[in-house]
């Protein structure tokens, strides 16, 4: 059974960090693109960052020079870290598995930030 685990929201502060990791159970690791896409309030779901198995990585425009996502064969894991939050990006961040024939998504990661 496939299963995706995300870990790491919470309130954060403008200006800071976010951390974000997401443990991937149930797939043959080096098969899948993985990446975070995010789902802010009446607003359609985004790419964050995807990052492909041989570690081709793309990114959003807003994420563009401050973000950093990476996949761990060994955890079997893909993080993303990034920085200069401000309050557009309060969303609700996903984890996610694909080819071109399956996708999988975690349940979602609150992010808020807010002073």
């Known amino acids: 059974q496939v299963q995706l685990v995300e870990s790491g929201g919470g309130l954060m502060e403008p200006g800071g960090s976010l951390s974000l990791s997401c443990e991937v159970h149930g797939i043959t690791f080096h098969d899948y693109r993985l990446g975070w896409f995010r789902q802010a309030p009446g607003k359609q779901r985004e790419m964050v960052a995807t990052?492909?198995?041989?570690?081709?990585?793309y990114f959003g425009s807003f994420a563009e020079g401050r973000a950093i996502i990476n996949r761990d064969r060994r955890k079997g894991s893909v993080s993303l870290q990034m920085d200069r939050l401000k309050a557009e990006d309060t969303a609700v961040y996903y984890c996610?598995?694909?080819?071109?024939?399956?996708?999988?998504w975690g349940p979602g990661t609150q992010v808020t930030v807010s002073s």
């Open positions: 990052i492909d198995a041989g570690n081709q990585r």
């Open positions: 996610n598995a694909a080819t071109a024939t399956r996708n999988y």
